[in-house]
């Protein structure tokens, strides 16, 4: 049977007629064993790029990302496509990682997604020289560089991945690096002639604007008023994504919240309607937007201020990836800047605090010494800071520098359902199946409703367990426990808890290898990334061309869609537009009214404009205006 083309394949297996640029140039190397970098912005489909080319190879190609969420979410969505993939990640418990690479080594995988932390253990270390692996793909590459935006140690050692396996294409992918973050990239995976492809940050359908407000939620509103179609309001902390969700309720937006503290269903369901609208709203924290596929958002909203324009770039991609105009709205308060300034500093922790929040949490998760290696232990953060009086803030700062120091690496929350494995093979349960007692109609039942027991993990749902047998669910959760106990098979009950995993074995505080210089440079990058998020707010020049030279691509004209050519720093007017906002204020100044609501009669790009003719308009005594209230002057 002659191989299919990648255009064959394409079209088969996710329905499109047609690659994207350069996407097919990008599948056309690979196949040809080039390794290759690739610089391509949000929604540019990144992940074609390596999952059709896989399909053209002998072997299985191996996945490396940094997000569970996103492994999860692709390798659900390949396997509904009837592709077979599956994930390793720091999450899972080593047997089961032992039972999975076995799997991996002996089936017929076509996609392995696995977390950069388990390159290193020992069970992918030993079965390393016994994979046929077809290519090596990094996704969240600039992760390897100090200077991105979400430096993670355990990625400088895909290296030796290289050194294993010399012949086999390696790809990197990212979305968001400067130049610095790119030679890091080729530097640190020993790429000596890779082939690079960039697509222009410049995105020519979506707006940028920016505005400084004495209300954000007033400002929020106003917004909205204009605003039409679905869209993602951005938020920084889980509390304030259902504070002002529940506002703008009040107000009739059809509006829900999203964080990782929602259960997996709520977080399902949410997703599900907000997809399924083409006029919802989604307050979210950074969590909600990965993996997304909804290409009819049309604007997004940042009500607090990013910590990088790289972070920013990101979640303002969402919106317009059908190609339609969109528009990315930022707005902050005088004061959010002193509050960005001091969370900053505040991750500025001392080696003492350091060193006694790593004890006490190899406490708290009863890690014994030169113990815990690749271990994952569910960690609730909240708990932990109760029991030993820290603020998370603080424990989420310690935690980052240990993390970077590649000592621990707390997973996001996730939900994780269900799953077990018999170990018997099925010839021989069904030999000895008489003997499995005292609950042999129980493992029946499960055999009979579950394909693939005996040589792979299967989800499963306790409650359907309960409905099909009659059983208490109790007693349903007793009998998966016990065949457990009793070594006949492997059951993992849900989780949707964040796991702390060991990426080096337990020891003493005082004898912790941690590189506090690398660790100052690092708080000085993103010292510099804050600045550069500051210098796009306030600057008066095309917002897209700061964020162009902020990742190193130039241009000389001028985009003419964000607010600055839309002209929201003009003071300039004419006779004609004083005597036609003079005609507008007899009109609309009945009584009192407060600045903020006069502005809003106008678009943002004309608000300094009209602050400018008030003022000239209060010398003419035509109005008053006193403190923030303005009124008519009867002539």
């Given at each position: 049977m002659p191989q299919q083309t990648s255009l064959?394949?394409?079209?088969?297996?996710?329905?499109?007629?047609?690659?994207?640029?350069?996407?097919?140039?990008?599948?056309?190397?690979?196949?040809?064993?080039?390794?290759?970098?690739?610089?391509?912005?949000?929604?540019?489909?990144?992940?074609?790029?390596?999952?059709?080319?896989?399909?053209?190879k002998d072997g299985f190609a191996l996945v490396i990302s940094p997000l569970i969420a996103l492994m999860e979410d692709q390798v659900g969505q390949l396997q509904s496509r009837g592709l077979k993939a599956c994930f390793l990640h720091s999450g899972l418990k080593r047997k089961e990682v032992d039972t999975l690479l076995d799997?991996?080594?002996?089936?017929?995988?076509?996609?392995?997604?696995?977390?950069?932390?388990?390159?290193?253990?020992?069970?992918?270390?030993?079965?390393?020289?016994?994979?046929?692996?077809?290519l090596i793909a990094i996704d969240e590459a600039h992760c390897i560089s100090q200077w991105g935006h979400d430096f993670r140690p355990s990625y400088l050692k895909i290296l030796d991945l290289k050194e294993h396996f010399p012949h086999v294409p390696m790809a990197a992918f990212t979305a968001t690096a400067t130049r610095a973050t790119l030679n890091d990239i080729r530097e640190h995976l020993n790429l000596k002639k890779p082939v690079f492809f960039k697509k222009s940050f410049e995105k020519k359908?979506?707006?940028?604007?920016?505005?400084?407000?004495?209300?954000?939620?007033?400002?929020?509103?106003?917004?909205?008023?204009?605003?039409?179609?679905?869209?993602?309001?951005?938020?920084?902390s889980r509390r304030y994504a259902e504070e002002l969700a529940e506002s703008l309720a009040k107000h009739k937006h059809p509006v829900d919240y999203y964080h990782a503290g929602l259960s997996y269903e709520q977080r399902q369901q949410k997703q599900q309607r907000w997809i399924a609208s083409t006029d919802a709203i989604m307050v979210s924290t950074n969590a909600f937007g990965m993996g997304i596929d909804k290409a009819d958002v049309r604007w997004v909203i940042h009500m607090d201020i990013p910590e990088s324009l790289e972070a920013f770039y990101q979640e303002a991609g969402r919106a317009g990836r059908d190609g339609?105009?969109?528009?990315?709205?930022?707005?902050?308060?005088?004061?959010?800047?002193?509050?960005?300034?001091?969370?900053?500093?505040?991750?500025?922790?001392?080696?003492?605090?350091?060193?006694?929040?790593?004890?006490?949490?190899?406490?708290?998760?009863?890690?014994?010494?030169g113990g815990g290696l690749m271990q994952s232990y569910p960690f609730d953060v909240s708990d932990f800071s109760q029991q030993h009086q820290y603020s998370i803030r603080q424990?989420?700062?310690?935690?980052?520098?240990?993390?970077?120091?590649?000592?621990?690496?707390?997973?996001?929350?996730?939900?994780?359902?269900?799953?077990?494995?018999l170990k018997s093979s099925h010839e021989a349960y069904f030999r000895n199946r008489d003997n499995w007692t005292p609950f042999k109609e129980f493992i029946q039942l499960l055999v009979r409703n579950f394909e693939g027991l005996f040589s792979h993990k299967v989800k499963i749902s306790e409650n359907k367990l309960s409905k099909i047998s009659g059983l208490p669910i109790q007693q349903v959760q007793k009998y998966l426990h016990s065949i457990e106990e009793l070594g006949l098979g492997y059951y993992v009950p849900r989780s949707e808890q964040p796991k702390m995993v060991m990426l080096v074995p337990r020891t003493e505080a005082r004898s912790l290898q941690i590189d506090y210089k690398l660790l100052q440079q690092l708080h000085q990058g993103r010292t510099d990334k804050l600045r550069a998020v500051f210098q796009f707010m306030k600057s008066s020049t095309c917002r897209e061309n700061i964020i162009l030279e902020y990742f190193d691509e130039k241009k000389k004209t001028a985009c003419t869609r964000?607010?600055?050519?839309?002209?929201?720093?003009?003071?300039?007017?004419t006779n004609q537009e004083l005597k036609d906002l003079d005609q507008y204020l007899r009109q609309k100044l009945l009584r009192e009214t407060d600045l903020f609501d006069v502005l809003h009669w106008w678009p943002h790009n004309k608000r300094k404009k009209v602050l400018q003719m008030l003022s000239i308009l209060e010398n003419e005594q035509k109005i008053k205006w006193s403190h923030q209230k303005i009124s008519r002057i009867e002539n």
């Open positions: 064959q394949i394409l079209k088969h297996y996710w329905s499109y007629d047609s690659f994207r640029p350069p996407q097919e140039e990008i599948v056309e190397n690979i196949v040809a064993g080039n390794d290759l970098i690739a610089l391509l912005p949000t929604g540019a489909g990144k992940s074609i790029c390596y999952q059709v080319p896989a399909l053209m799997n991996v080594i002996y089936g017929d995988y076509q996609y392995v997604y696995i977390s950069p932390e388990r390159i290193q253990s020992e069970f992918f270390q030993a079965r390393m020289h016994k994979m046929n692996l077809s359908n979506l707006s940028y604007t920016v505005i400084k407000t004495s209300d954000k939620l007033k400002e929020c509103l106003y917004t909205l008023s204009r605003l039409k179609g679905a869209g993602i309001i951005y938020v920084r339609k105009m969109a528009y990315s709205i930022l707005l902050y308060e005088d004061r959010d800047e002193q509050k960005v300034w001091e969370n900053h500093e505040l991750h500025e922790v001392t080696h003492t605090l350091i060193n006694n929040v790593y004890d006490q949490i190899c406490r708290y998760l009863q890690i014994p010494l424990v989420l700062s310690v935690i980052s520098k240990l993390e970077q120091a590649g000592i621990f690496q707390l997973t996001e929350s996730f939900f994780a359902p269900s799953t077990i494995m964000c607010d600055i050519c839309k002209g929201s720093q003009d003071e300039a007017f």
